[in-house]
């Protein structure tokens, strides 16, 4: 079967070669076998969030604790309203009360082109399950301190908006489960649906486990070349999962980062442990260099609309090309496939000759 040999190397080299232009990523001279490039490969795209490089960290849009700066001083860099309440082990948006209301705002606009949020939150209460609510919000929105009926904060906003919603409003909805995670991108024109879950404005979004675990839970957000990609670690392995990938995400510069949380007739209490923003270093073409970013408006371009989402149960959609990790799956599986196919009509052909052979 030298014939198989060839083909699997040749299509292995073509998918391989396909797979690296699609991620755009230059491999370092690791040696040619199959198994060295493939382990490569997952490497490089299972680490394409980033581990939290302090040299990129940018403390003026950074909560850490022991929260220094955090006040309604001059020379404060977070300020917060409501029933905010700032310890030295955790800002405390609400207390498991209900009709509660609290926000943090970072005060310094943020003039990164390209960066990354990680977020270290904690929910828990005393209710059971079904029985609390009603999440954290997190913004990156022109406006900051302006109270509202959206987890704390304005509706019609202007920016992004992620939000860990725990308890369910849409009885008709039960195709995902709560807590649940979405985005929505808003050019001050769209209402949040708290009956729909805002299901009507969602561009993407996935179940989680956040509730009272007994363990750390994080959240990274990452916005780079117009795309938008949430990533969650909720489960105690000290990895990333991915919530939300979006394409064509267009965010201006100048916006404010925020965290807000809301209780109802039911309630949790909503911690924010840390809030850590990184640059990304990423080369931009002259045309996009002298762009004015403040004077994008926000905006998504997808093949068809949030509102879409009505009638798409699922809520979840892609607007753009897949993912290079998901283009490597296909290929990969394409590439079995063929062998696969070509060894059971290798094996086939063989036995046809035999038995032919007894014919004679």
């Not at 009507?200 to 957000?221: F, K, M, V």
């Not at 949380?261 to 039911?266: E, H, K, P, R």
């Amino acid at each position: 079967f030298s014939w198989l040999v060839v083909l699997w190397e040749t299509l292995w080299e073509t998918s391989c070669l396909v797979v690296e232009c699609t991620l755009q990523i230059h491999l370092p001279s690791f040696g040619n076998t199959p198994l060295v490039l493939l382990i490569s490969r997952l490497f490089l795209v299972c680490c394409d969030i980033t581990d939290g490089n302090a040299e990129h960290l940018k403390r003026e849009h950074s909560l850490m604790k022991p929260y220094q700066g955090v006040g309604n001083s001059p020379s404060s860099q977070w300020d917060f309203w409501g029933s905010t309440l700032v310890t030295s082990s955790y800002v405390r948006l609400t207390p498991d009360e209900g009709s509660k209301q609290g926000s943090i705002w970072n005060t310094v606009p943020c003039y990164l082109k390209d960066w990354e949020m990680h977020v270290q939150f904690k929910v828990h209460g005393a209710g059971k399950k079904g029985l609390h609510g009603d999440g954290i919000a997190l913004w990156y929105t022109k406006d900051k301190l302006h109270p509202g009926p959206v987890f704390g904060n304005q509706d019609q906003f202007h920016g992004l908006a992620l939000f860990l919603d725990t308890f369910r409003n849409d009885l008709h909805g039960m195709d995902r489960s709560f807590p649940y995670i979405s985005a929505m991108v808003n050019n001050g024109s769209v209402n949040y649906d708290h009956g729909k879950d805002g299901r009507s404005s969602e561009l993407g979004g996935c179940s989680a486990e956040i509730r009272n675990r007994q363990h750390d839970t994080y959240l990274a957000i990452r916005y780079s070349r117009g795309r938008l990609t949430v990533m969650i670690d909720v489960e105690d392995k000290n990895e990333w999962k991915e919530c939300i990938d979006i394409g064509g995400v267009r965010l201006p510069t100048g916006y404010f980062f925020g965290a807000s949380a809301a209780t109802g007739d039911l309630s949790d209490n909503h911690d924010i442990i840390s809030m850590k923003l990184y640059q990304l270093m990423v080369e931009h073409t002259p045309e996009e260099e002298n762009l004015d970013w403040t004077k994008i408006e926000p905006s998504v371009s997808l093949l068809k609309s949030p509102k879409d989402n009505i009638d798409d149960p699922t809520g979840n959609f892609r607007g753009t090309a897949l993912t290079g990790w998901k283009v490597f799956l296909l290929l990969l599986c394409a590439l079995l496939g063929i062998v696969v196919c070509a060894v059971v009509g290798a094996v086939v052909f063989q036995k046809r000759q035999e038995r032919n052979k007894r014919f004679y």
